[in-house]
């Protein structure tokens, strides 16, 4: 493969796998689907919509986190292939959050090594119908025991970040809600979120604070759901109409957030962003549209400065001013993000493809915006530990 | 890359990947040691070896099960950055017994994709030191819901495919016995194993009846422990003397042991072994020494017949007349195996492929065979749900 440029120690190979299908389940409180029936759907529909044989596909990934601990079940792997009736390899990745972008990336990879041309990805999580205790417990185990034993949850460290936030930017309390609001205006047209309804910010505002300055109306929900992607090397695929993944990057950084240089951006996700574009040949100007990962409110902003859209500390202003919505300049996060489509975590990495897919290919519905070119996803695993971006065109 | 050989459906693509550094931690009950020490010590004395700065290392991947259910700690790939302060991308891969191979075998796509030239890949498991109970139910997060809701426990799952075969092929109860024999006299020229010290057949077959036909003396133990690699692009290292990855294979099946075809061997290892041998060119009359995934005795003998390297129903006589001894003509599990060299789950994919490399170079101490060209690692998850081949050559 031709090498594209150097960036630093970093050798930007090219890189196009074309994205023949996509599928997201509904997500939400779907207490009558268990983890395989969400799998199954997931699966199949992407299939489908790549129009071939289930046959074809020479190896899968399942991008998911909680099972093991929630469900007390592992080697989803094999689940999978029992699902599918398929004698495959299939590979369990996690990365907390970041799971199910790291299914995608390693499904590139595979792509890319010249074994495989056709790959299934399916990102997926069960999370609702369970104390509530195990499901907080569980997923701390994204962060590092010493955050687990002071007693920090994600609220509680992203509230560390938005602490600093406001005060080293002069950000108000107000501007994070920004983000929850349009995000859930985005999912108010889209039939699978698990939000599908508008907020305000005074609603925002008025819901209780969780973690001083973050509000319960600012924090993505728990959630069950799956979504899926059938992935092909483009020299055995014949059609015109493809959507291309022309760069997909892991970057990992210190589990602990103590042990982080700063904690007004995310190191991991800064530099998974400028490999990227490295590996795409584009730039943050091409971006047509993103799908970050706003787990938390201050979390969207501090994605869009990490990938190089916005300046340090001049992101919430571009919330304020409405250039993110749909319409505007460059939407964030159509699908209603995490906040209001949903965080399946398993899932949440695959859904962000799957959305920009729909995008490009025009087939978005009501919140369909016009004519796409260029979309980024932005997937984060606990507060950084794991950043992973991809970039796709048509 | 060039085309070797077309196997029906499978494309055998040629491979090549250096292995610059192996290490092993003690295998056993660690008391005093942490997944993160273990982790660390595999790491550093695989990286010590390779002779290289760990800043060359450009992705790692980490094979675990367990420290999501056992110790709620999941994201292991922003642990790994975190331990080395390395900011690379990190891999968690978890495929039941079988996450170290999947470990490896995911670093081997990775070099292959031309992406990156030097991998680190680390398997780990902490173990003992818990309830009982909790590992009991861990160990069977590998199993379907069905099969953990009907009580069993791997043991067995796995006397019902001893049972079996001793209907079948005139197989005896004391022949069952004899891998843990072999397997325990080679531990016991292992420091690194758990149980350094020889048993009689007689102390096997006195050994209480877990599952039956199987005893305690042939299930392998719970164990902490950790084991590493460094893997690189061949044509980045200058080096006369190494040993290389040659073939790098994964396959699945169906999770549950009910859904297989058969149960006296295990398809998803036939299939994987059939396409390693076409991609490294190579067939089991070539092989050297043999690492086997050695879970319980009865494991042991139908992996020598998947492998194609006795005929169906006749590997115990091959464990009888000893000629898969050290010494005899074709050694399996000089390590110790999983019965007496110990079994950290995810470290086992990956101490297989240490102990191959260190055979190959002719520094395995006491247990050093002689002059041996070609081996080859077999790592199972759960009943067969996942099985990985890797052949290495010198």
Tied chains: 1, 2.
């Excluded at 560390?160 to 080293?168: P, T």
């Excluded at 305000?200 to 069950?224: F, N, Q």
Aim: aromatic residues 6%; contains cysteine.
């Amino acid at each position: 493969m031709p090498v594209f440029k150097k960036l630093s120690s970093f050798t930007c190979l090219k890189m196009k796998i074309a994205v023949l299908g996509g599928y997201q389940t509904k997500f939400g409180e779907l207490w009558y689907k268990s983890l395989e029936d969400l799998i199954f759907e997931a699966c199949l529909g992407a299939i489908k919509e790549a129009g071939i044989d289930k046959k074809k596909i020479e190896i899968a990934f399942v991008g998911n986190k909680l099972s093991g601990n929630l469900s007390n079940q592992n080697h989803l792997g094999a689940l999978l292939a029992e699902l599918l009736q398929i004698n495959i390899p299939v590979v369990r990745t996690e990365a907390a959050c970041a799971s199910g972008g790291m299914a995608v990336a390693q499904a590139c990879l595979a792509i890319q090594s010249g074994q495989y041309d056709f790959a299934l990805v399916v990102g997926a999580e069960k999370m609702t119908d369970l104390p509530a205790e195990q499901v907080s417990s569980g997923l701390m185990s994204a962060a590092s025991l010493a955050e687990q034993q002071s007693g920090f949850s994600f609220v509680g460290l992203y509230a560390l970040m938005a602490k600093r936030y406001l005060a080293d930017f002069g950000c108000q309390e107000q501007d994070l809600a920004q983000p929850a609001v349009k995000n859930h205006w985005h999912a108010s047209f889209n039939p699978k979120a698990q939000f599908p309804f508008p907020l305000t910010i005074d609603k925002v505002m008025g819901s209780s604070l969780i973690a001083e300055p973050l509000r319960l109306l600012e924090c993505s929900p728990i959630s069950d759901g799956a979504a899926a992607l059938v992935l092909a090397n483009p020299r055995k695929v014949f059609s015109e109409k493809q959507v291309f993944i022309k760069a997909s990057i892991q970057q990992n950084d210190s589990l602990s957030l103590c042990k982080r240089e700063k904690i007004t951006g995310i190191k991991s996700a800064k530099m998974a962003a400028k490999k990227a574009y490295c590996q795409a040949g584009l730039g943050p100007q091409d971006l047509s549209l993103i799908e970050v990962h706003d787990c938390f409110s201050i979390a969207e902003i501090i994605a869009l400065e990490d990938l190089g859209i916005y300046k340090t500390g001049e992101a919430y202003l571009a919330e304020r001013n409405g250039e993110v919505k749909l319409g505007g300049k460059r939407p964030v996060n159509l699908s209603g993000g995490l906040k209001a489509c949903g965080h399946p975590v398993g899932a949440t990495g695959v859904k962000q493809i799957v959305e920009i897919v729909n995008q490009l290919k025009g087939r978005a519905g009501r919140r369909q915006m016009v004519n796409p070119l260029v979309g980024l996803a932005h997937n984060v695993g606990g507060t950084g530990g794991t950043a992973i971006v991809h970039i796709l065109q048509k």
